[in-house]
Structures are given as structure tokens and as C-alpha cells.
């Protein structure tokens, strides 16, 4: 490319280990893009992708060193620039937005004298004019009622929100360059959905050439003209979006597609093997080689060099010509939890609300309830041995809320849980027999915060067997050794440190602690939504083999509906801590739908450049359920009138169990749905 | 039930721990330096009851704020005592008292802030109200009051210091547990119906543990020197025993004539207070490597 923008030329980074030896975690990265392009760049964590994005912004953690080559952004070189050079073309024509953008405004200052900073710095704009440009920026992010949102501080906002503000502020200097480190990671599946849109109009309208770092196949395919894959610190494979996301010739990047879930599949996707060499080591040969299903002894003798394929890719593999004709991968696990016998009911939920108000002094004394509206009201759900059933739904739905409660970390306000039909789970945890907690476990989403960071994994998986069975040492160490041979992990595991341990593992040790109590039901908070795709997969796949070694039941809470879809057989729709929708999954994911469960749809995105998203309602976040009515009265887009604020709407049954709670009759429900769903394939 | 796991932290391997965590001090100049000062007052303060050239109260009018000769390299004091031999035996009682007030203040300010921490509520309230209450007292008038109503016996000085200091400890244990209290791992040890005592000792504990040590260190300076400041005062040690404060609250009328007299004791007393500090701070970053032992870069 002769008009490249911003050019690396072999470059390679490294830090200095512990032996003073020299250790690369980029190594000879070539890659250059032009004014106005959009470039997706793909890896599983520690691949080098956000290393590689901060060394085109001219910056290297501390520590970090070029060992070779350099980056050219308009034909300089980012590493030769003094300072003050560098500070005027950060955030001016290379501009960054951190991974997590709340975390990146200044939560003690406004909105508007952030964004009018970056203004300042950026612009040369007199500063009467000043304001006028950020309340521009701010409606060019589509934010709402931009000038009230001025005086607005950071916290007050959403995730989503936050994140366009920071968009904002990047495009105050009209750069060229726009790095975006894990956009939406994080984010609502509705929300992100409508963030990409915005970053892709954006780059249409403003001509600013973006590149976005994700793990996510799937996120950067509707935003990307081109996407390039990086593996241990290499680019293994760059190419038009299309190709890549159709027919990758890198069998990596095939790995990282399959590993997706899909929402037309009811399949738990398959998952690669292994995982990358750590940041820093030595390879010889291929670095991929280890876990290819097709690598030879040339792989692991020769480093592959980059070649072009007839394709329009560059790619660093020796037989990528066969990387198309690589059979599928062997048939995925079909769910077992799908189809189970739905009368031998292990949990029911009746009726069911929760409230975190708190009641005021003069109604203590009186002893009255608050009057306000529960945050979670109205759940009837029951749950049969042994099968899955999704609980999805955005941020703030409750999902958790209930989760907790039948766990017994928050008595309901109102209503009854029955385990077997004759337990009741209402009593808090400390008024639960011992025997009666061990059939119930809980799995948190982020295993960093749930395994204790000053225990070894032996101690972790102790503490339930002493609790639970009482065993004595050497028990405790047979039995430890077989439960991480059922999450596959080695006897070597017992004395690592979570801080040791990659995401995956910590997450697998968490399922491993969960099932060391020999549960029967288990409570799964998002336990793959702080995890890299690829282990995503394994971790599902080992959650539908621990389900069928132990017959658990699952309440698999999610917002990511193409995860559930893969678990569940049965999915239950929360909107502000009331059901809109259940049924089997089936069911759920065909027409007719609940307005909110089509919206969640609507804005899945798939690994796929033609899945358009349908943005339908506003991604704005509502901070309390309607007192009355229908839960998604505000947002729904099929919104028939003021019978929806006034009156909670009736149960209607299409059969086989599946209900929807709608005051729009089914059958013109599905008409409306059909409309769109053909206008969106035009 | 601690012992019973060999897999957990046998006591070779916490002894292993601490060796590693000294080590680790000794490789930065601050911690080097630091736990050579401390470790030779400590030393000093084991033997000096056999190595002092004289007599600590025998007094010898010839060498009544006599300078530093090759018999006396330190000189006398105002009663003809050798100052060498004084500031020899003066930090003794310092160490012990402070080191014991230290290690109480640390334990009783440490459980009650981590419990408080851990129940929160309205007792948290209450309590932290009353904690307030104290730290708005000006502290030194208080001991005052008490060593003026109970006399100056160590059965009385190092109980009060302790909780004096305790006090603030209170504050900082407490909000380590806060820290500690919202993660996951906690509520994943009350939903699996662990006894209120386990969470504490075996959940909370080890992740408290590392900042109470820092704070402890850093106190154990501070009392040494509320120590001599009540000895200075004449309220901590009863006269003839040697003490730092006390040397210094006697010299410096002499000070004019004698300066060495009171240098002496001004020196091993700030040479104690840094070398506890710098092994504190030490101590600070080399933990804080340890709890950032996370996933290579």
C-alpha cells in the first residue's frame, strides 16, 4: 500500500526477563492501513493486540522496549519523535479509547469540561466557541439532550453512554487514527450493538481511519474492511473482512470462528484445544503448532513465512491452501440439559419479588413494608433435575437478584422457593441445613473475584469437601485430584495460587469447587462473560459434560443470547425484574417473540459481514421498573397504547410451554415481526 | 483444622514465606540499611547488659560532664555517669515496651476492625462514632492523666499505649476488610454456609494480613517515639534505669557544655525511629510484589 497512514514495519517489542534474557512479545509485526479504513485486530488475551495498539499511538508500557523495526505514522517514526512532538499527535491525530471508558473519565468532573479539555488541547478553537463544538460532538456520539448532559458527572451515566461520551472526546481533535481497545466489551448486547453502529457511521461520515482490538470475532465483523489475526505476538493471518470471517486461511482464525456460539444453532460451539504460549517465550517453529489439528513436523521444525494467497490474504501458515478443506470440526455436544423430563420439578419459584429498599425509621416502628416498586417482582419459574434453564437479559434485569436469592444471600419480600417440592428455599443461608446448602452452588462470573487470592487451588477445593463430607487429608487430595481432572486440569494445579492460573483455568477451578459439593442444582452467574471466546467454549462444553456426569440442573444466567441458545433448553426473558418471556429455547428464539426478546435478537452480532443488526429500541437504561403496566413499556417498539402503562399484561400461551406476556395479540405480534424481519433482509 | 491440610500453609512453608520476604527487604538499599539498623539495636539491646564498659548509675564526680576521653569515648553525664554505657543500655526499654505495646495495639485494633468491618451495620456506627471520639483527643494529655493517676509501671505504660494506638489501628484494619468483604470470594463462602469464624480467619485474614503487618512496622516507630517523648517528659521510666528520652530531657540543660551527653541518645534514638521506617516501607513494596504476583504481564 503506497498511501499507507500509519505503517509497522517489522517491528518487534520485548522486555529483558529474569535471567537478562531477551524476551519478544511482538515479533516482526508488519502491518499498515490507509486514510479512512477500518481494520478489526483479532487474538485470544496476550497475543500482543493491545500492545500492538499502544505502540501505534507511540507508547510502550513500562519495561517494554522496540527491539527492531519501527512505526511510521505519516512516513515518521513514532519511536524517533521527542515528546512534545508525540503529545501533539496523540489525542490530535491518533486518538485512543481505553477498553474500559468509564474508567477512563475523571468521575470528579463534569462531561462537559472533559470533553471541552480535549477540545482545547486539541483544537484551536477561541473559547467562546468551545461550547458550541463539544454539544457538536456530543449529538455527532447521538447522545440524547447533549446540553443538559454538560453538567452531568460520569457515574451518572451508563456504561454505554460513557463509552460514546469517550468517543466524543477522542474525535474533539478530528484525528486521523482511531484506536478503539475492546469497544464494547462489557457493554449490554443492545447497547454494543448500537455502539458499533455509531463507530461505523462515524468512520463513514468523518473519513477517520479506525482500528479496533477485540477478542471478539464477532464484534469487529460489521465494523471492519479488513481483519488481521495475531497469535504469540505474530500476525498470522491479515485479509478482507469477507474472506476472513467466510473462509479463513489461517487455521487459528477458523478456530476462533467455530468457537463462537451461533443463534441459529442450538450447539454448544467446539472449542480449540491449549492455549497461547505465554507472553515473552521462545518459540521454535510455527507458534501455533501446538495446538493444530494439522500441524506436521515441518510446523514445529519452521517457522512458516507470510505469504499471499490467492485470496487476498497474508498468512503466516504452511498449509494454508488445506485450512479450507479441513473437515469440521467432530460433531459439537448436543445439550444435555435440553431435553429433560419437565415434570420432576427440583425448584420452583412462586410468585417471587425482591426488594432492596430499605424500610425508612417511622415504618420500622410501624412495622410496614416500604411502598415502592420491587426491583424484582411477579417471577414464577420452575426449574426440572437436570436441565438448563437461561435466565438472559441486559444489566440491571434482576438476573443476579434472583440468583441470589434462591442461593439465600436475599430473602424475597414476597412470595415462595420450593426445592423438591417440600423444602423451602426462603430462609436465608445461615438458617439452611448443611445438607440443603450442598445441593445448591453458586458459580460467579468473574473467577478472579470468586476464588481468594491467598489460597492454592487445594485449599479452594478443601473448603467445600471439608464443609460438605468432612474428609480427612488424604481423602481431601484424591478427591481434589479427581475434580480437576473433571474440569481437566492436572494434579500440578493443587499448588498454584489463582494469581497463576489464565482466566479459563481460574474459571474451570471455580466450576470445579462448585461440583466438589455434588450439587443438584446449580446457579451459573454469567461464568463466561469475563472470558476470551475460545475459552468460552471449552468452559460451556465442560459445563454440559459436568451436567450429564451429575445429573445438575442449571440456572445459566446471561445476556449474551447466542451462549444460552448453545446451553439452555429452556430461556426465560427479564426485563426490569419481570419475565417477558418463556419457554423452550426453541421457541423463544422463533417467532412470535416478546417485543423485548426481539430486540434482544435484533442486536446479536454474529461473526458474519452480512448480519445486519436491528436496532429497534433506544439502548437508553432505565434506572426503576414502571410501577405499572408492562416492564418494557417505555422502549418497546410495538408499543399499542396506554392499555401497556396501565395494565400488566396477560400470559399467552403458544403451546409446548411457551408463554409470552404481551397485550398485543400473538397472532399480530408475529405479523409486525415478520414485516420487519423481511425488510431487514432487503 | 489449620494444621490438618498439609496442602494449605504447612509451617515449613510459612516459615519459607518469611525467609523469602526478608530476603526480598535485603535486596533493596532501604530494606538493607533499615534491617541493619533495627537489627543492631535489637542486637545491641539483647547484649549489652554483659558488654558495657561500666556501671549504669555508679557515679563518678570526676567525670561530671567530663568530655569524651579514651577511658570514657562518649564522656559523662551531668551526675559523672558514662554516657556510652547509658545510651548502651537506654534503648532496652524503649524496644521492649514499644515492641510489646505494638504487638497489642496491632492484635486488639486489628480483630476489632476487622469485625466491624465484616458486620457493618449499626454497631459499626456506634462504635466507629466512639472511635472518632477518642482520635479528636489530643492523646498525650490523656496518657498523661493515666500514667498521673496509675504511675509509671510497665504494667501500665504499655497497656496504654497499646490502646492508644490500637485505636487507629481500629481504622485501618477495618477498612482492609471493607476492601476485602465486597469480593465474590466472600459471598461464595456465605453461600456455601462457611461459619462466620472460618470466613474470618481462613477468607479475610490472609488478605488483611499483609497490609496490618506494614501498619504494625510503621507504629512500632511512632511508639518509640510517644515512648520517649513521655520518658522526656518524666513520665515514662523511673529514674536511675537508662533511657533514651530520659538522656535527652537531662542533657540538654548541658547541652552548651556537654553536647555529647545528649547527641549520644538523640542519635541511637532517630538512627532506631529511620531504620524501622525504611524496613517498614520496605516491607510495604516488598509485599506489594507479592500480592501483585499475577499472570506474566
Avoid at chain 1, 424484582?376 to 437461561?390: K, Q, S
Avoid at chain 1, 396501565?646 to 399467552?652: A, G, L
Avoid at chain 2, 537508662?242 to 557544655?257: E, P, Q, T
Wanted: glycine content about 8%; aromatic content about 4%; charged content about 20%.
Amino acid at each position: 500500500m503506497t498511501d499507507a497512514l500509519v505503517e509497522v514495519n517489522n517491528l518487534s517489542v520485548g522486555f529483558t526477563g529474569a535471567g537478562g534474557a531477551t524476551l519478544a512479545i511482538l515479533r516482526n509485526v508488519d502491518f499498515s492501513f490507509g486514510k479512512g479504513e477500518t481494520v478489526g485486530l483479532v487474538g485470544e488475551s496476550g497475543c500482543g493486540k493491545s500492545t500492538l495498539a499502544l505502540a501505534m499511538m507511540g507508547f510502550l508500557k513500562p519495561g517494554l522496549r522496540v527491539l527492531e523495526g519501527d512505526i511510521l505514522f505519516r512516513e515518521h517514526n513514532l519511536f524517533a519523535m521527542n515528546n512534545n512532538a508525540l503529545e501533539d499527535i496523540r489525542g490530535g491525530d491518533l486518538a485512543l479509547i481505553p477498553q474500559n471508558a468509564g474508567q477512563a473519565l475523571t468521575p470528579t468532573s463534569r462531561i462537559g469540561r472533559q470533553i471541552e479539555e480535549s477540545v482545547r488541547l486539541h483544537t484551536t478553537l477561541a473559547p467562546e466557541r468551545r461550547r458550541e463544538r463539544v454539544i457538536e460532538l456530543l449529538s455527532q456520539v447521538r447522545l440524547p439532550e447533549p446540553e443538559e448532559l454538560l453538567e452531568r458527572y460520569p457515574h451518572e451515566l451508563s456504561g454505554g453512554q460513557q463509552q460514546r461520551v469517550a468517543i466524543a472526546m477522542a474525535l474533539a481533535g478530528k484525528p486521523e487514527v482511531l484506536l478503539l481497545d475492546e469497544p464494547t466489551t462489557g457493554l449490554d448486547v443492545t447497547t454494543q450493538a448500537h455502539v458499533l453502529e455509531l463507530l461505523r457511521d462515524l468512520a463513514a461520515q468523518t473519513g477517520t481511519a479506525m482500528v479496533y482490538v477485540s477478542h471478539d470475532l464477532g464484534a469487529v465483523a460489521r465494523v471492519s474492511d479488513r481483519i488481521a489475526v495475531m497469535y504469540a505476538g505474530e500476525l498470522v493471518l491479515q485479509g478482507p473482512a469477507r474472506q476472513v470471517l467466510r473462509n479463513p486461511a489461517h487455521p487459528y482464525a477458523r478456530g476462533l470462528l467455530l468457537s463462537i456460539p451461533k443463534l441459529k444453532e442450538a450447539v454448544v460451539p467446539s472449542s480449540m484445544p491449549g492455549r497461547p504460549p505465554p507472553p515473552g517465550k521462545a518459540v521454535q517453529g510455527c507458534a501455533f503448532a501446538d495446538r493444530c489439528t494439522m500441524a506436521g513436523q515441518l510446523c514445529r521444525d519452521v517457522s512458516p513465512p507470510l505469504v499471499s494467497t490467492a485470496t487476498d490474504e497474508v498468512v503466516r501458515c504452511h498449509y494454508h491452501e488445506k485450512v479450507e478443506n479441513l473437515p469440521p470440526p467432530e460433531p459439537p455436544r448436543r445439550g444435555d440439559g435440553r431435553s429433560r423430563d419437565l415434570s420432576d420439578t427440583l425448584l420452583r419459584l412462586d410468585d417471587v419479588s425482591i426488594s432492596y429498599a430499605r424500610p425508612g425509621v417511622i415504618d420500622q416502628i410501624l412495622g410496614r413494608q416500604p411502598d415502592v416498586t420491587p426491583t424484582v417482582d411477579d417471577i414464577v419459574l420452575d426449574v426440572a433435575r437436570g436441565e438448563t434453564l437461561g435466565l438472559v437479559g441486559e444489566s440491571g434485569s434482576g438476573k443476579s437478584s434472583i440468583l441470589n436469592t434462591i442461593a439465600g444471600l436475599r430473602p424475597p419480600r414476597k412470595g415462595t422457593i420450593t426445592f423438591e417440592n417440600d423444602v423451602s428455599l426462603n430462609a436465608p443461608v445461615d438458617r439452611r441445613d448443611t445438607d440443603l446448602l450442598r445441593r445448591v452452588q453458586l458459580i460467579f462470573q468473574n473467577p478472579d473475584a470468586s476464588l481468594n487470592p491467598r489460597h492454592t487451588v487445594a485449599e479452594l477445593l478443601a473448603q467445600p469437601l471439608r464443609l460438605y463430607f468432612g474428609l480427612n487429608a488424604g481423602e481431601l487430595r484424591d478427591r481434589s485430584v479427581a475434580l480437576l481432572e473433571h474440569v481437566r486440569l492436572g494434579s500440578h494445579y493443587l499448588g498454584r495460587l489463582p494469581g497463576q492460573m489464565s482466566g479459563g483455568e481460574k474459571q474451570r477451578v471455580a466450576i470445579a469447587r462448585a461440583f466438589a459439593a455434588e450439587p443438584e442444582l446449580v446457579l451459573c452467574d454469567e461464568v463466561t462473560s469475563a472470558l476470551d471466546v475460545s475459552v468460552q467454549a471449552v468452559v460451556l462444553d465442560l459445563l454440559m459434560e459436568l451436567q450429564a456426569r451429575h445429573n445438575a440442573a442449571y440456572v445459566y444466567v446471561s445476556h449474551d443470547l447466542a451462549v444460552v441458545r448453545a446451553i439452555a433448553g429452556r430461556v426465560a426473558v427479564l426485563y426490569q425484574g419481570r419475565l417477558c418471556e418463556i419457554g423452550p429455547s426453541s421457541k423463544v428464539y422463533a417467532l412470535p417473540s416478546h417485543p423485548y426478546t426481539e430486540v434482544l435478537l435484533g442486536a446479536v452480532l454474529e461473526p458474519d459481514p452480512d448480519s445486519i443488526p436491528v436496532l429497534m429500541a433506544e439502548d437508553a437504561v432505565e434506572l426503576s421498573p414502571p410501577a405499572r403496566g408492562c416492564p418494557f413499556q417505555r422502549r418497546c417498539p410495538h408499543r399499542i397504547g396506554t392499555i401497556c402503562d396501565t395494565t400488566k399484561p396477560p400470559w399467552q400461551k403458544t403451546g409446548d410451554g411457551h408463554v409470552i406476556r404481551c397485550h398485543i395479540p400473538l397472532m399480530d405480534l408475529e405479523r409486525r415481526q415478520r414485516t420487519k424481519e423481511s425488510a431487514r433482509r432487503l | 483444622m489449620a494444621v490438618a491440610n498439609p496442602a494449605n500453609e504447612a509451617p515449613g512453608n510459612r516459615a519459607l514465606r518469611v525467609g523469602a520476604v526478608i530476603r526480598e527487604m535485603a535486596r533493596r538499599p532501604s530494606g538493607l540499611v533499615g534491617l541493619a539498623i533495627v537489627g543492631g539495636h535489637v542486637l545491641l539491646a539483647v547484649i549489652s547488659p554483659w558488654i558495657v564498659p561500666y556501671d549504669y548509675t555508679t557515679q563518678d564526680s570526676r567525670l561530671v560532664l567530663a568530655s569524651p576521653s579514651p577511658e570514657h569515648w562518649l564522656g559523662g553525664d551531668h551526675l559523672g555517669r558514662d554516657v556510652l554505657t547509658r545510651t548502651m543500655l537506654g534503648g532496652r526499654q524503649a524496644l521492649v515496651i514499644s515492641g510489646l505495646g505494638t504487638l497489642i495495639a496491632v492484635l486488639w485494633g486489628g480483630s476489632l476492625g476487622l469485625v466491624l468491618g465484616l458486620i457493618g451495620g449499626k454497631v459499626d456506627d456506634v462504635v466507629m462514632r466512639v472511635v472518632d471520639a477518642f482520635m479528636a483527643i489530643p492523646w498525650i494529655l490523656f496518657l498523661l492523666l493515666i500514667i498521673a493517676v496509675l504511675g509509671t509501671a510497665d504494667a501500665v505504660l504499655i497497656p496504654t499505649l497499646a490502646f492508644f494506638y490500637g485505636i487507629s489501628v481500629i481504622r485501618i484494619s477495618r477498612a482492609a476488610t471493607h476492601d476485602v468483604t465486597a469480593r465474590d470470594f466472600i459471598t461464595a463462602a456465605r453461600a456455601r454456609g462457611e461459619r462466620m469464624w472460618t470466613i474470618v480467619w481462613r477468607e479475610i485474614l490472609p488478605n488483611v494480613r499483609d497490609v496490618m503487618l506494614v501498619d504494625g512496622a510503621m507504629r512500632w516507630s511512632w511508639m518509640i517515639l510517644a515512648f520517649s517523648s513521655l520518658s522526656f517528659l518524666g513520665f515514662g521510666i523511673t529514674p536511675p534505669t537508662a533511657d533514651w528520652g530520659l538522656m535527652i530531657a537531662n542533657g540538654r540543660s548541658y547541652m552548651a557544655v556537654a553536647p555529647w551527653a545528649v547527641l549520644a541518645p538523640i542519635i541511637a534514638l532517630s538512627s532506631m525511629i529511620i531504620g524501622v521506617n525504611l524496613s517498614a516501607d520496605a516491607l510495604a513494596k516488598t509485599l506489594g510484589i507479592d500480592r501483585a504476583q499475577k499472570a506474566p504481564v
